[in-house]
Every structure is written in structure tokens, then in C-alpha cells.
């Protein structure tokens, strides 16, 4: 009762300016016809420490409690729109990675190209133009979550989502990424 109160009160929040809400993102989610693209859950701090390193996970800024339980009410949220399990993609950061297991939606694949960019903004277009084109040649036969960062969904959609948010996306008949919904788990 309570996740449904919660998506009553939380959905279609916000619409980009290239997009239109549809009346359920979970149904079109359901059906294979959108993406959700999920800023990974809170993780306090910005950016990561000067010592950063892919695949060590103690030098980075990671998932506080309060971001694995978030995470964990991100999956239940799934479940109760009807969606048990998901083509599961994350970024390779470990803050990332941990969302995307502790949803409990399906095995989780790396995705190298969902990776951040902050720092060196000036590969971002590049970057985001790779991600719209793997999108785009890609046809999911289940629902499909890719766990990123908020660079990522800023690129892709012009929102700048929270930690946790979900932002329901497909692509138009001109091949243009286009928000169809979005909603907050809350931090």
C-alpha cells in the first residue's frame, strides 16, 4: 500500500523539454517500448577522491546505508509496477553497480559506456552520442534499467536527476531520445 501511495504522489514529477508524460511509463516499461535511466542511488559527496580507481571500490565514494536501502525500495518499486525482473545495465563505478544488484532485478551486465564523464566534460558529447546510438540499435526482450550517473541522464535528457531518480525514456519517430515519464524513489 505504501509503495503505491508512493508512486501516486511521485510520478511524472518533471518533464524534459523533449518529452511528453505518457500515461503509464510503467506499461510502456512493461512492454519493451521505453528504457529507464537511473541516476544510482545516494552516494553523499560529489565526483571521486584524486586516487580513483575503476575496480577498487575503497577509492571511491560509494552507497551510504541510506543509498542501499534506497536502492532496495528502487527494486520493490519494480515489483509492485509489475516488472520482477529487468535487463540490468550499469555503469562500471562501484556506487553504480552495487544499485543496480541491490534492486534484485536480474544479473547485472557492465556497461562501459554509462561510466562518468565529470572531470572531462569535454568528452561528454561524444560519450552520450555512443550511448543514444548502443540504445538505439539495442531491442530489449525484457524491461530495461540502465544504472548511470547524473552527467549521463543530463546528457541524454536535459534533466538533472537525484540520486535514485528514474527517468522513463523511448525514442520517437525521428529516432530522438525523449523523456515519457519520471519519478523519484527519494533519498
Do not use: K, Y
Not at 4 to 20: E, I, M
Not at 28 to 42: I, N, Q, Y
Not at 64 to 80: E, N, V
Request: net charge positive.
Amino acid at each position: 500500500m505504501l509503495l503505491r501511495r508512493q508512486l501516486l504522489l511521485t510520478s511524472l514529477l518533471a518533464l524534459s523539454p523533449r518529452g511528453a508524460a505518457t500515461a503509464d511509463p510503467w506499461a510502456a516499461l512493461r512492454a519493451g517500448t521505453s528504457f529507464v535511466l537511473l541516476r544510482h542511488a545516494t552516494a553523499p559527496g560529489t565526483g571521486d577522491p584524486p586516487d580513483f580507481r575503476l575496480g577498487d571500490c575503497s577509492t571511491q565514494r560509494n552507497l551510504s546505508a541510506d543509498g542501499r536501502d534506497q536502492a532496495l525500495r528502487i527494486g520493490d518499486l519494480f515489483r509492485a509496477n509489475g516488472i520482477p525482473q529487468a535487463s540490468i545495465f550499469s555503469s562500471q563505478w562501484c556506487r553504480c553497480l552495487e544499485t543496480a544488484a541491490l534492486l534484485r532485478l536480474g544479473p547485472v551486465t557492465e556497461q562501459p559506456l554509462l561510466n562518468s564523464f565529470f572531470g572531462r566534460m569535454q568528452g561528454g558529447r561524444e560519450q552520450t552520442d555512443a550511448i543514444r546510438a548502443w540504445m538505439a540499435s539495442w531491442r530489449p526482450e525484457t524491461p530495461s534499467v540502465l544504472v548511470t550517473h547524473q552527467v549521463n541522464v543530463t546528457g541524454l535528457t536535459s534533466i538533472i536527476p537525484a540520486s535514485g531518480d528514474l527517468v522513463f525514456t523511448a525514442f520517437d519517430a525521428g529516432g530522438e531520445i525523449t523523456v515519457i515519464g519520471r519519478q523519484s524513489a527519494g533519498a
